[in-house]
């Protein structure tokens, strides 16, 4: 294995110095035009194909739009302003079940077509940022939501394209370079709970340099005891182009101190995260990049507020990713992706003790996008885990155009996911790890259509797909190697020989005028095949169902047009639980210097728990002002 990555080395090495023969930039890398800060509607169709290799600094391993897969991409630009994080941003598609603990996404976790928090990947600029310490705080992101221009989110499998944890999908959030001149956007606005919002992004662009800075703090008292936060954030990104091509680099950190009552348990916990990012993008050729990212992150933890002598937990964890990746067209619609990358991590606890581990893989895919009626992708990544051997992932995706307005499409992939530290290490009188954990392995199946008639104004998307995973990670009362334990045992982490995830969704957008759109977005799960009289902390902690309707549009009247409008009814039903609805409504000013904006937030009130035993916040109302300046 190791002779074939140093060969693939080799072979991207030459081709990013020129020795192979470079491929042509596609016409949309010519005179790209600039960015626009004015809202629009989102997209109407949500599966995006592209019909060329958009190059930048970030070259990932297949660009998702490009794919047969089910594919979401949300422009935060494009939207009222109605999320202040990843998190409120996220819940937008139906298929991620976001479990948040408090506002503003704190300590919130995420999970993907029914599978567990651990089981999705998060990138920046195709990076991983996933902490190694536990899926819990995945989301913990030092960028500010202001820095991100685009969120591509693959449902199903990509451990092909981007390695470990991305079993039930991945989520790509992806900056951009700045329109040229001078800008500045800053936000303030205030609400109920005692709730502050404050955000920045201002930009410079002229010849070869080009340099963004956004912030963000947004800070609350909590609407109960102990559930105060403060959430901030700080991200500076620099572009430089020379002759050997763009250079792009990222330092981005993160401090969030909040009340966690009830978090784990019925205590009045603490805890207090930080964030340090760093990556650099380069690229060596027109289709040829070299990328290399590295994450500090601590998680102070203390179960008493204002007594940590009593028990506290400090963990420092640190990792790192290095990618040589390379997108060659070899025909007119015809795309050649390859690459090797290199990660690894290490975590520092005075409960977890002192760990460290890495891995190295490379990947390719072939996709072939236009055979007649049908395109193709086939792909494969092979990983070499420090100490347990090596995985190999494969994956392929067809599509078929039955009629100018019907697409059928089918993919299957390898997905695998390697124990955190708090899986393998973890102890307490109620949590039990296991240091004999074996890396989480799954085959995805998925089929779908989707159907756009000729008028353009209606988009149909419809997907089922199947999840069987083997050795899945759990907690349980009940031990498959010690059968007689009962409910009053800790929770152990343990392999689970068989677990299978069935389900659907769909999605429909109407386009009631230009300045109008209806959508609709439903999403079904169903967990079994688990051992009999099994107990689980869990597998069974999904949305069996979750429905979104949405309006986003213009208001009416004379001024209507500078007002962009949108509300969106959410219904969650947890597995085993009541479902329950949430409202909320955006409205903002699109135009301007000066912009108003009103956010209404679970407008009816809700009382309900993302997490078990963590009430949520009700009614919110947020409001304040945003400034738009620009110069050429």
Known sequence: MKSRLAYLAFCLLCAGLGVCQKAAPSPSQKNSPPQQNTPNLPQANPILVADTIQVTTTIEPFPLAESDRSVEEIKPRDLPIGADSAVDLLRLDPSLNLQARAGEGVQA?????????????????????????????????????????????????????????????????LTGEPPAGLSLTARSGAGNFGSLENHLRASYSAGPFAEQLTGSRDTSDGFMYDRNYSSNALASETWLKSALGTTDILLAASD?????????????????????????????????????????????????????????????????????????????????????????????????????????????????????????????????????????????????????????????????????????????????????????????????????????????????????????????????????????????????????????????????????????????????????????????????????FGWTGSLPGAWGHQFTAHTQVNIVQKTTQTAYPLWDIDIARNTGRIRPYLRLLNLSNTGYQEIVGVPMQGRTIMGGMELNWTRQ
């Open 109 to 173: 976790d995420l999970s993907i077509r029914g599978t567990t928090f651990e089981q999705s990947l998060i990138l920046v600029n195709g990076l991983r940022v996933n902490d190694p310490e536990t899926g819990h705080l995945n989301l913990d992101i030092p960028v500010p939501l202001d820095a991100i221009t685009r969120v591509d989110i693959l449902h199903g499998s990509g451990s092909t394209f981007y390695g470990s944890d991305a079993i039930g999908g991945a989520i790509n959030l």
């Open 256 to 548: 969030r101190p909040y009340g966690a009552n009830d978090f784990y348990g019925d205590y009045p916990e603490w805890e207090r995260t930080k964030g340090w990012l760093g990556s650099i993008q380069q690229q060596l050729s027109s289709h040829t990049a070299a990328s290399f990212g590295y994450l500090k992150h601590t998680d102070l933890f203390v179960l008493i507020l204002g007594q940590p002598a009593i028990y506290e937990n400090n963990h420092i964890t640190t990792s790192y990713e290095g990618a040589l990746r390379r997108a060659d067209e070899l025909g007119r619609n015809t795309t050649l992706s390859y690459g090797l990358e290199s990660d690894g991590d290490t975590i520092h606890s005075n409960s977890l003790g002192v760990h460290a581990r890495n891995q190295e893989a490379g990947y390719a895919n072939l996709s072939l996008r236009s055979l007649r009626r049908f395109s193709l992708s086939i792909g494969a990544r092979e990983e070499v885990l420090s100490g347990q051997g090596s995985v190999f992932s494969p994956s392929a995706a067809a599509a078929y155009t039955l009629t100018k307005t019907i697409r059928l499409r089918a993919s299957a992939g390898h997905g695998f996911r390697q124990p955190t530290y708090v899986d393998l290490y973890y102890s307490d009188p109620s949590t039990i790890g296991n240091p004999n954990l074996k890396p989480e392995s799954s085959w995805s199946y998925e089929g779908g259509a989707d159907w756009t008639p000729a008028n353009g104004r209606l988009t149909l998307t419809a997907a089922g797909y199947r999840l069987n995973q083997t050795n899945a990670i759990d907690y349980s009362k009940l031990a498959l190697a010690t059968p007689t334990l009962t409910v009053a045992e800790p929770w152990q982490a343990v392999n689970v020989p068989t677990l299978d995830i069935s389900g659907a969704e769909a999605s429909m957008r109407i386009r009631l005028s230009s300045t109008q759109q209806l959508q609709f977005n439903y999403t079904a799960n169903h967990s079994g095949n688990l051992p009999p009289n099994y107990i689980s902390e869990y597998a069974f902690n999904y949305a069996a169902q979750n429905a979104i």
